[in-house]
């Protein structure tokens, strides 16, 4: 049965997902093994088949606003890997100068917004950029991610009324894994399905199998057709799993090895693989070769890290204001 994606779609989800995955754990190495990375530390690893989703189905000129899980999201945007590993390590050469860290990554050209370490923080800005996309007149969409702790946050609220007044071209994402820090969503709210918050707005509102890129990319695209056609926001609720700890100091004494293993029986990356090995989309020597080019990324990026400088005293005040003479602010 021939597949409605093709096989460079395929291919680029692949080597997207293995990115992410092996810059993730390149990087917990480097953190617990080497003392290399300090600071807070959230993975992505198990929720890779979003980005590369939420990829294929927006264009460049979209905008990605996150939390502090902010890792993949950024290299799906086109963050070097090289950028991202400096801002581990705190380097003048990393996406945010060295300043922010692991929470904080930002792009601007690739209109990546960042990494924000206030739980929910982001969920207003990103209808604040949407707003932005709305009054200039652009058809651009503006994709808000937060997690499921997140969706307990009054600015939601907020943010989903004034956004379906003023139609705004936002997709809001749930990144449902579960547990925000270590507490379940039954525990928070009698609301356990999250995608009917939007039911109290009127809002378009879907759960999504965050496991599956191919699910990730059709409902998002739905979302994206209605927001550049002027009908406003959706709340998607992916569901999906992360198979690491909330942050990189978290025993996991929440919840079962057995749970764990589960989810990974349905690993994103291994569905993707198994795909393309069915449907004979690519060799084993063209994955093997996709794999080294990965590795070599990511070893690079740390070697980058590494040698790069740290922040020269001077920067310590720099970056706190906006100048008014900055280059992407306009009277």
């Given at each position: 049965?021939?597949?409605?994606?093709?096989?460079?779609?395929?291919?680029?989800?692949?080597?997207?997902?293995?990115?992410?995955?092996?810059?993730?754990?390149?990087?917990?190495?480097?953190?617990?093994?080497?003392?290399?990375?300090?600071?807070?530390?959230?993975?992505?690893?198990?929720?890779?088949?979003?980005?590369?989703?939420?990829?294929t189905a927006t264009r460049q000129e979209d905008a990605f606003i996150t939390g502090y899980r902010d890792h993949g999201l950024a290299l799906s945007k086109g963050v070097s890997a090289n950028a991202c590993m400096a801002e581990l390590y705190g380097k003048?050469?990393?996406?945010?100068?060295?300043?922010?860290?692991?929470?904080?990554?930002?792009?601007?050209?690739?209109?990546?917004?960042?990494?924000?370490?206030i739980v929910g923080g982001q969920i207003g800005i990103g209808a604040g950029i949407a707003f932005a996309e709305k009054y200039k007149g652009t058809d651009n969409v503006v994709l808000t991610f937060f997690g499921?702790?997140?969706?307990?946050?009054?600015?939601l609220h907020e943010t989903f009324n004034l956004a379906m007044l003023w139609k705004l071209p936002v997709i809001f994402i749930c990144e449902n894994n579960n547990y925000a820090m270590g507490t379940s969503v039954e525990r928070t709210s009698n609301?356990?399905?999250?995608?009917?918050?939007?039911?109290?707005?009127?809002?378009?509102?879907?759960?999504?199998?965050?496991?599956?890129?191919?699910?990730?990319?059709?409902?998002?695209?739905?979302?994206?057709?209605?927001?550049r056609g002027g009908e406003g926001p959706t709340l998607l609720e992916i569901k999906t799993y992360r198979y690491k700890g909330h942050s990189i100091s978290d025993p996991q004494k929440y919840r079962s090895k057995e749970e764990v293993e589960e989810y990974k029986g349905r690993d994103p990356i291994k569905q993707v693989l198994d795909t393309i090995l069915a449907k004979k989309l690519a060799s084993q020597e063209q994955i093997d070769e996709i794999d080294k080019r990965v590795n070599e990324t990511v070893a690079a990026s740390v070697k980058y890290a590494e040698?790069?400088?740290?922040?020269?005293?001077?920067?310590?005040?720099?970056?706190?204001?906006?100048?008014?003479?900055?280059?992407?602010?306009t009277d």
């Open positions: 049965m021939a597949s409605k994606f093709s096989k460079e779609t395929y291919l680029y989800w692949y080597e997207l997902m293995q990115l992410i995955r092996q810059f993730e754990l390149t990087a917990e190495e480097k953190y617990k093994m080497e003392g290399k990375i300090r600071g807070f530390f959230h993975a992505y690893v198990g929720q890779e088949a979003i980005a590369a989703g939420c990829m003048a050469t990393g996406a945010a100068k060295g300043k922010g860290g692991s929470m904080h990554f930002f792009g601007i050209k690739q209109r990546f917004f960042g990494g924000h370490g499921d702790g997140a969706a307990r946050q009054g600015v609301v356990v399905d999250i995608y009917k918050l939007a039911d109290s707005y009127e809002m378009p509102g879907d759960t999504v199998d965050g496991m599956s890129a191919e699910a990730v990319h059709d409902s998002v695209s739905r979302a994206v057709k209605r927001a040698e790069s400088p740290w922040p020269d005293d001077s920067e310590v005040l720099k970056d706190v204001y906006v100048d008014k003479n900055y280059p992407f602010i």
